[in-house]
């Protein structure tokens, strides 16, 4: 396992006054793929969302504990959540793109981030996005088509190219393959596969046999609760904890 990228310490999640993620401790290493499993309502997507801030924008959800990325606590008050997400991407379950064209799909974080110093610098961010995101000889006739007319496997690589573009280090995947078909599954998880040489990969997925293909390190969640995380080999093959055996095995889920 790859130094740590992300480090969760006694992480509690609230809403309201329901305990939704009950004193989390993990690690995600730089560089690797990790998945969290477990059942429905089980707490993975809450916990997943913790490492950007996503639950910030819920107004009844209380964060505790510390969440690091590059030792760095990113609860501190002084920490802009804003550049966090920049740092640590999401693509969620069902394809999101923007009610624009393809090319500004991949091109509204680094113009909103100044990160292109001319038109062209632009348009070479944004081939490169979508070449990495496995898109780029699909569309690259038709980048002024709006984004939301490609296939559902199109879009949510296309998700994929518009975080890949502001050029994150860590990339949190919900469920990312959950709407999709046989094919365009594969795809994105060849993808996932490209895409840990150069980002810290992070996925939440009901499929054990994805996370089993995917991921070198698996976090299996229950009731939100860490219930063990080990490697994926180790995990699948000889879990420690009897409840992580009941799960795998199809017992309940």
């Given at each position: 396992?790859?130094a740590s990228?992300?480090?969760?310490?006694?992480c509690?999640?609230?809403?309201?006054?329901?305990?939704?993620?009950?004193g989390?401790n993990?690690?995600?290493?730089?560089?690797?793929?990790t998945a969290?499993?477990?059942?429905?309502?089980?707490?993975?997507?809450?916990?997943?969302r913790?490492?950007?801030?996503?639950?910030?924008?819920?107004d009844?959800?209380?964060?505790?504990g510390?969440?690091t990325?590059?030792?760095e606590?990113?609860?501190?008050?002084?920490v802009?959540?804003?550049?966090?997400?920049?740092?640590?991407?999401?693509?969620?379950?069902?394809?999101?793109?923007?009610?624009?064209s393809?090319?500004?799909?991949?091109?509204?974080?680094?113009k909103?981030?100044?990160?292109?110093?001319?038109?062209?610098?632009?348009?070479?961010?944004?081939?490169?996005?979508?070449?990495?995101?496995?898109?780029w000889?699909?569309v690259?006739?038709?980048?002024?088509?709006?984004?939301?007319?490609?296939s559902g496997?199109?879009?949510?690589?296309?998700?994929?190219?518009?975080?890949?573009?502001?050029?994150?280090?860590?990339?949190?995947?919900?469920?990312?393959?959950?709407?999709?078909?046989?094919?365009?599954?594969?795809?994105?998880?060849?993808?996932?596969?490209?895409?840990?040489?150069d980002?810290t990969i992070?996925?939440?997925?009901?499929?054990?046999?994805?996370a089993?293909?995917c991921?070198?390190?698996?976090?299996?969640?229950?009731l939100?609760?860490?219930?063990?995380?080990?490697?994926?080999?180790q995990?699948?093959?000889?879990?420690?904890?009897?409840?992580?055996?009941?799960?795998i095995?199809?017992?309940?889920?």
């Amino acid at each position: 396992m790859s130094a740590s990228k992300i480090s969760a310490r006694a992480c509690n999640v609230f809403y309201g006054d329901t305990h939704a993620i009950k004193g989390v401790n993990v690690d995600i290493g730089s560089k690797s793929v990790t998945a969290f499993i477990g059942p429905s309502g089980c707490g993975k997507s809450t916990f997943l969302r913790c490492l950007n801030r996503m639950n910030d924008t819920i107004d009844t959800c209380r964060v505790e504990g510390t969440i690091t990325l590059d030792g760095e606590n990113i609860y501190d008050p002084r920490v802009d959540p804003v550049t966090l997400r920049a740092r640590v991407g999401m693509v969620f379950q069902k394809p999101n793109p923007f009610p624009k064209s393809i090319f500004d799909n991949v091109a509204y974080g680094p113009k909103i981030h100044g990160m292109a110093k001319s038109k062209s610098d632009l348009r070479d961010i944004v081939e490169n996005a979508l070449r990495r995101a496995a898109i780029w000889d699909e569309v690259k006739d038709r980048l002024d088509a709006p984004g939301t007319g490609l296939s559902g496997g199109q879009q949510q690589r296309l998700c994929i190219a518009r975080s890949i573009a502001v050029r994150p280090e860590v990339i949190l995947f919900d469920e990312p393959t959950s709407a999709l078909d046989p094919i365009s599954t594969l795809k994105i998880e060849e993808l996932i596969d490209e895409l840990k040489r150069d980002f810290t990969i992070a996925i939440v997925t009901h499929n054990m046999q994805q996370a089993a293909r995917c991921a070198d390190q698996v976090a299996f969640f229950y009731l939100g609760e860490l219930i063990e995380v080990a490697p994926a080999a180790q995990l699948f093959t000889a879990p420690k904890h009897p409840k992580t055996q009941e799960y795998i095995t199809g017992r309940f889920g």
